[in-house]
């Protein structure tokens, strides 16, 4: 299990540091933390991305 510290995440999914902090902090997207760490298992961004594309699919 692979897994992604924020900075590491952000380039993954190619968003800004400030951007994914944001979507954390709205529970918009599978995260978890070790004390303060906040932390991303690739496979789950992976899972969020798809799932993201099918409902901007049903909103078209």
């Known amino acids: 299990m692979e897994r992604l510290t924020v900075k590491e995440a952000a380039v993954y999914i190619r968003i800004s540091e400030y951007t994914l902090r944001e979507a954390v902090r ?15 298992r690739k496979a789950a961004l992976d899972e969020w991305i798809e799932q993201q594309e099918k409902a901007n699919c049903k909103a078209t």
Request: no cysteine; proline share 7%; charged share 25%.
């Open 26 to 40: 709205k529970k918009q997207i599978p995260h978890y933390r070790i004390g303060s760490r906040i932390l991303f």
